[in-house]
């Protein structure tokens, strides 16, 4: 599996298939994901204007199981 930009924005949900938040910037083979995005948020991540600061919470690839066109799936 390789992460690129255009997963900034997808849901992130967990085994069960909760939603846990969503990825705001892809960098390298981790993701950064807000747990609480705002509409604003979710907006500037769409277009490619996201970021990782003290609000996001990095997973590496290790801890994906997969990506589809809308959500990336953790393995736990």
Known sequence: MK???????KR???KAGKKVGMVSKVQ???V???PDPGITDTIKSKLG???ADEDTYPIDESD???V???EVHLNR
């Open 12 to 14: 992130v949900v967990n």
């Open 28 to 30: 390298g083979n981790r």
């Open 64 to 66: 994906i199981d997969s």
């Open 3 to 9: 992460l690129s930009d255009k997963d900034e924005g």
């Open 49 to 51: 204007w996201g970021d």
């Open 32 to 34: 950064h994901v807000d």
């Open 68 to 70: 589809d066109d809308d």
